[in-house]
């Protein structure tokens, strides 16, 4: 077994509000290998984008981490100074956003944008610079690349813009790449594409990837794991094929039943009834309780870690585990 | 059954605003290039009572468009649209108060400065469904059968979340007693677990009002499990359109069938999930392609798919396609 490239513990970030702490991320805890793709599963509110943004240190106030570690290959990145952050922030870890039409500059060239991105970390000159992020974008499937180093993001489409973000953030070889939720905004056809090619990246360049999503189906197309989290904590864990096929944990399973897929069509869907709890205010023991069909009075302490081979969840009453 | 929504030939361009200089040099006679853009070309089809009909495509396939000429809040560049033998639009404007819509963002199509209750009662009593004086009782039956607590009527919209707000658009909607309901992307915003909540009440109201429904989502999985029928629409053309279970089972266009392969599917058997993508990207509507629209992606096409475009004809099982190879 190697070092594991990413160790987080215990990592709590909250939302100082005048309505009060949001805890966001309460506790989570989990590791990544080298060249892992791991899925981070959640609905919205679940803290699963916040947990992306505390790994690269983009929580801005009134958001704060308040506690836990996340060590980087043996280096602690809570506490660290902002200069050291940025120096490892977009080299050897980058991040792709859900909307490239907001990360990238909509007044510079594409190729300007890769130059600085590359010029930001290493002495490069122009020309080479320019090699180097045409190589990039042809690795990401934009045909005839060279050419439109010259063009602005506007003059391209959402998929292609999306694969010009994928390759700014391959541009410095990171060893981990966080992407949030980067296929929600874009078609079905081009989703694939774009699964596709980020699956046979990350195999080809070994960079290990979180890959954040409310979408189960694509996280089981790419992930060796999945984390599902729920309020703040993470609920469920293990490798995606088991956790999907036998659940532990009651949450993950009526998330899986939500889906069309898993009902013949036309009959009515099997829900999970109730809403997410406000992070503001959350119920005192297990988070999932009002709306857990196995719920009971043990539930209002808080709930035990189970372990079952690779997996992991929290609960008070996990269902039986087939797999 | 019969069909209660006809639709034949429906075409809407959409013609582009002209610049001021552009005017200028029109009005001294100039020649002014305009382009409109084509959303939806020549579009038939029939909705049965009591059917829904889903309507699956890709951003800018024209799907939207169409379900806004359908709900009578857009009229056709050409074409036609009857319910019953009625037309749906007379002059330009809604003349019936049989089809109602419920819409994608609930956040943009609820009045954020009304009541709920009033925003539920208004139609009905301009209409004269109902008197003025029935209101409170009409508007907290309709919240309780779409799942929430009458006592919200005082409420605004702010106050709700994604997912009540859609079942008050629900509400709103069906409080009308309409036949027809339109439905343009209800659960896209939603979380799963919402989403599911949703479908469901759906499903409940569908089943209970016999309603007729225009379903349409580029979810494929959403589509598949409320509609009867399907049709799949590709830059402003139906392509396919058919019995839903023989044409997911068994998709006859190429473009359905990538569609189908490009989505994730759950597989809980099997190790590797599989997808394929279509390759290439959605040409523009500004300039469609030649012939078939699809066959720059299409690993099918010929030089007859290049030259000529298929018409949708009819195929065994009652599925239509239009494809020169299908």
């Known amino acids: ?323 | 059954m019969s069909d209660i929504v006809q639709a034949s030939a429906l075409t809407r361009r959409f013609d582009p605003r002209l610049s001021l200089g552009d005017r200028i040099a029109a009005a001294f006679g100039a020649r002014v290039e305009t382009r409109p853009v084509r959303a939806v070309t020549d579009v038939s089809f029939a909705i049965r009572q009591g059917e829904t009909l889903g309507l699956v495509g890709e951003s800018g396939c024209g799907k939207s468009t169409l379900g806004r000429m359908v709900a009578g809040i857009l009229p056709p560049s050409a074409g036609d649209l009857r319910i019953d033998g009625e037309p749906v639009m007379r002059h330009g404007r809604k003349t019936t108060t049989r089809i109602q819509t419920v819409f994608q963002d609930p956040f943009a199509s609820l009045n954020p400065r009304r009541r709920i209750g009033a925003t539920i009662s208004e139609g009905p009593i301009a209409h004269r469904l109902i008197r003025r004086a029935e209101a409170p009782a009409f508007v907290a039956d309709w919240l309780a059968r779409v799942g929430l607590d009458p006592a919200v009527a005082t409420r605004f919209p702010h106050q709700f979340s994604g997912g009540q707000r859609q079942r008050v658009a629900i509400a709103r909607a069906l409080a009308m007693r309409p036949d027809i309901l339109v439905c343009d992307e209800p659960v896209a915003s939603l979380d799963v677990s919402i989403q599911a909540q949703i479908l469901n009440l759906f499903l409940d109201l569908r089943e209970a009002l016999g309603l007729t429904c225009l379903f349409i989502s580029h979810d494929l999985s959403v589509v598949r499990h409320v509609s009867h029928r399907v049709a799949i629409m590709y830059l402003g053309r139906i392509v396919e359109i058919g019995p839903a279970a023989q044409v997911y089972a068994a998709p006859r266009h190429p473009y359905t069938q990538g569609l189908l392969d490009s989505v994730p599917k759950l597989r809980l058997d099997a190790e590797d999930v599989s997808f394929q993508p279509i390759a290439g990207e959605l040409p523009s509507p500004l300039s469609p392609p030649s012939g078939c629209a699809f066959h720059p992606r299409c690993p099918r096409a010929t030089d007859l798919c290049r030259a000529q475009r298929p018409e949708l004809a009819p195929h065994p099982g009652e599925v239509a396609v239009a494809c020169h190879h299908a």
């Open chain 1, 1 to 323: 077994m190697t070092a594991p490239l990413l160790e987080v513990e215990g990592l709590r970030t909250h939302f100082l509000t005048r309505a009060g702490v949001a805890k966001a991320v309460d506790g989570v805890s989990f590791v990544l290998q080298p060249g892992e793709i791991l899925g981070l599963v959640g609905e919205s509110g679940s803290g699963k984008s916040v947990t992306g943004f505390s790994l690269i240190g983009l929580v801005d106030p009134p958001g704060r981490i308040v506690g836990g570690s996340i060590r980087f290959a043996g280096q602690e990145l809570v506490g660290l100074p902002a200069e050291q952050m940025r120096a490892l922030r977009g080299r050897r870890i980058a991040m792709v956003f859900q909307d490239p039409q907001a990360t990238l500059n909509p007044v510079l060239t594409i190729g300007t944008q890769m130059a600085l991105a590359l010029q930001a970390h290493d002495r490069v000159s122009d020309r080479a610079a320019a090699e180097r992020a045409a190589t990039m974008l042809t690795r990401v499937g934009i045909p005839d690349a060279a050419a439109r180093l010259g063009n602005y993001p506007h003059e391209f489409s959402g998929g292609m813009r999306q694969r010009v973000a994928i390759a700014m953030a391959l541009l410095n070889g990171p060893e981990l790449i966080i992407a949030d939720e980067p296929t929600t905004a874009l078609d079905v056809s081009i989703q694939a594409q774009i699964l596709h090619e980020m699956k046979a990246l990350a195999a080809e360049s070994g960079t290990a990837l979180i890959w954040i999503s409310h979408d189960l189906a694509t996280v089981s197309a790419l992930a060796h794991r999945v984390l599902v989290m729920y309020a703040g904590r993470i609920v469920e864990s293990g490798p995606v094929g088991a956790v999907l096929r036998a659940p532990l944990h009651p949450y993950t399973r009526g998330l899986l039943d939500s889906l069309p897929a898993m009902t013949e069509p036309g009959r009515r869907l099997r829900q999970i009834p109730g809403t997410a709890p406000s992070l503001l205010a959350l119920p005192p023991g297990c988070p999932f309780a009002p709306r857990c069909p196995r719920a009971d009075a043990a539930c209002t302490a808080p709930p035990p870690r189970v372990d079952h081979a690779e997996r992991r969840a929290l609960c008070h009453h996990p269902l039986e585990a087939a797999a």
